[in-house]
């Protein structure tokens, strides 16, 4: 059986984003078809397309979202654990990546014509993103996603 690491990883290099190979392979479990998944993920990708906050993140707390999310507005208690949750998985992805910012990860900021040039050229999205997808998924999956 295909872990999810490889799903996400798969799809990663289908074409899809980083916060879309993150998402797609959890959304199904939560309740959330992977068409919708996909759809709603896409402008996330590339640090929200402006180089901030990574893709993969961005994908994994939607995942927290899924499974924790605050629905029902009397329901405090739920928003606080979704917040704590937030911050539990972004404090283990700082862990293994020392930021959360995209252009501090892969060292060129691509929301510039001349950054996206560069990580492309240096094949940046295979050669560090692909890492960072993969530690996203793990990150989940210790976490009990």
Not at 48 to 56: L, N, W
Not at 95 to 121: F, L, P, W, Y
Not at 123 to 135: A, E, K
């Amino acid at each position: 059986m295909e872990s999810n690491k490889d799903k996400a990883l798969a799809r990663f290099g289908k074409g899809f984003n980083c916060a879309q190979a993150v998402l797609s392979v959890f959304c199904e479990k939560y309740g959330l078809d992977l068409e919708t998944a996909l759809k709603i993920s896409c402008g996330l990708g590339a640090g929200i397309r402006s180089g901030e906050v990574c893709g993969a993140a961005s994908g994994a707390v939607l995942v927290v979202g899924l499974k924790h999310g605050h629905h029902i507005a009397e329901d405090k208690e739920s928003k606080v654990n979704c917040y704590t949750k937030t911050e539990e998985f972004l404090n283990e992805f700082r862990k293994t990546h020392n930021t959360i910012i995209c252009r501090d990860i892969i060292g060129v900021d691509i929301s510039t014509e001349d950054g996206m040039k560069q990580a492309q050229d240096g094949n940046l999205f295979r050669t560090i993103c692909d890492n960072v997808v993969r530690s996203a998924v793990t990150i989940l999956e210790e976490l009990g996603y």
